[in-house]
């Protein structure tokens, strides 16, 4: 499987960015990271197939919103209220076993990264 991010860019505090992911094929799990700088990457937010088992990560929650469209084996990640500390590398991620997974070495598939700067 294959995954292909889209939709960083620059964005003032408080403003909003969708980022898109779409898989070649289908999966389960589908999730979303992010490395800040000189940071490791971190979970952000995941969503089973069926959309009916999200996670999110404390920092994001609130302000982003995850989903997903299966008929186009495609994962957004809405952010809201964007902050300068949201800036950072976001990596979508995809798995085929039905469990959600908040850890990122539980992901068999990855994108390449989408870069989110957020100005003050």
């Known amino acids: 499987v294959q995954l292909q991010a889209s939709g960083g860019g620059l964005v003032q505090a408080g403003g909003s960015l969708r980022l898109s992911c779409e898989a070649s094929g289908r999966t389960f799990s589908m999730g979303w990271f992010r490395r800040l700088p000189g940071k490791e990457r971190e979970f952000v937010a995941a969503v089973s197939w069926s959309g009916g088992t999200i996670r999110y990560a404390d920092s994001v929650k609130g302000r982003f919103t995850i989903s997903r469209d299966n008929a186009k084996n495609t994962v957004y990640l809405q952010m809201n209220s964007l902050k300068p500390e949201d800036t950072a590398v976001y990596y979508c991620?995809?798995?085929?076993?039905?469990?959600?997974?908040?850890?990122?070495?539980?992901?068999?598939?990855w994108g390449q990264g989408t870069l989110v700067t957020v100005s003050s």
């Open positions: 991620a995809a798995d085929l076993r039905p469990f959600v997974w908040v850890i990122d070495n539980a992901y068999e598939f």
